[in-house]
C-alpha cells in the first residue's frame, strides 16, 4: 500500500500538474510557431531566395560512376551506387525553422519582461492617515530607545 500512497501523493503535487500544463501548452505554442514559420515566414523567404523549401537540396561530393545528373531530385541521387551525397538542405531548413523559433520565444519573453517591469514601476499607493501615525509613533520610539 505504501507505494500506490506515495504515487498519489507525487501525482496530485502541485509540481506534476504544473509540469503536464506546461508540456500541453508547449505543445500547442508549437504548433503555432509552427504554422507561423510554415505559412508565413518561410513563403516570404522562399520569394527573396525562390525556393520555399530548401530540405531537397544537396551538393555531389564524389560520383565514381557518373549516374548523378543536374537537376536529380534527392532521394534519387542518394540511390546512386558511388556517389556521395551532401544533403545539407534539410538541415538548412531545420536550422531557419530553429533560429525563428528562438526568435519568437526571446520577443515573447521579452514583452513579458516589459509587462513585469511596468507593474513592479507602478506608483505606490500613499499611505493611509493611521498608517502615517503608527510610522511616526515608531520612530518616535526608535528615537527614545537610542537616546
Not at 525562390?50 to 530540405?55: C, L
Not at 511616526?136 to 528615537?143: V, Y
Amino acid at each position: 500500500m505504501g507505494f500506490v500512497k506515495e504515487f498519489k501523493d507525487f501525482a496530485v503535487k502541485g509540481n506534476a500538474f504544473d509540469l503536464a500544463v506546461g508540456v500541453i501548452i508547449g505543445g500547442a505554442f508549437g504548433k503555432i510557431v509552427s504554422s507561423v514559420v510554415d505559412d508565413l515566414i518561410m513563403p516570404l523567404v522562399g520569394a527573396v531566395i525562390g525556393k520555399p523549401d530548401f530540405s531537397s537540396l544537396y551538393l555531389v561530393l564524389a560520383d565514381v560512376n557518373n549516374g548523378v545528373k543536374p537537376g536529380m531530385t534527392l532521394e534519387n541521387a542518394k540511390k546512386i551506387d558511388g556517389a556521395s551525397i551532401f544533403a545539407y538542405g534539410n538541415f538548412l531548413t531545420v536550422g531557419i525553422n530553429f533560429l525563428l523559433l528562438a526568435m519568437v520565444v526571446f520577443v515573447m519573453i521579452r514583452m513579458i519582461n516589459k509587462m513585469k517591469k511596468t507593474e513592479a514601476e507602478a506608483p505606490a499607493v500613499a499611505p493611509t492617515a493611521d498608517q502615517q501615525l503608527l510610522t511616526e509613533i515608531r520612530d518616535l520610539l526608535k528615537s527614545k530607545n537610542n537616546i
